[in-house]
């Protein structure tokens, strides 16, 4: 019986074990498509914001999101950078153009904070 047991157990740590196995080495074989991307966004980290603090810019809504205090905010890109926007007019919908005035950037200076001016 313990034989059996031992064999078991053995088993499972060896399915387990392999599995890991798989999903670790899985993620390196990326397509062409998928590491472009990589690197791309890895460039994109290391550059330099196209805005600074206190820039005034039009920019459509992309989509919504909620930022952790539950304020609902707008993402919009400028440049393809990142910029959460707060302080939303009612009635906003993606596509909507808003004038915005730079806040801060986050701690790496990969995306910004901004408040919305207007709508345009």
């Not at 047991?5 to 498509?33: D, E, P």
């Not at 991307?37 to 890895?42: A, G, I, L, N, T």
């Not at 905010?73 to 919908?93: N, R, S, Y």
Request: proline share 2%; net charge neutral.
């Amino acid at each position: 019986m313990l034989g059996v047991t031992s064999l078991l157990l053995g088993m499972i740590v060896i399915v387990v074990f392999g599995s890991w196995l798989f999903k670790r080495f899985r993620g390196r074989s990326q397509s062409a498509a998928q590491q472009a991307s990589y690197e791309r966004h890895k460039a994109a980290q290391k550059r330099q914001p196209p805005v600074e603090i206190g820039d005034v810019r039009q920019v459509a809504v992309q989509e919504f999101t909620e930022h952790h205090s539950g304020q609902r905010q707008a993402v919009c890109k400028i440049e393809g950078f990142v910029v959460f926007v707060e302080d939303l007019p009612d009635g906003l919908d993606v596509g909507d153009v808003l004038e915005i005035k730079v806040l801060s950037f986050n701690r790496g200076h990969t995306s910004a904070t901004a408040t919305a001016l207007e709508r345009v």
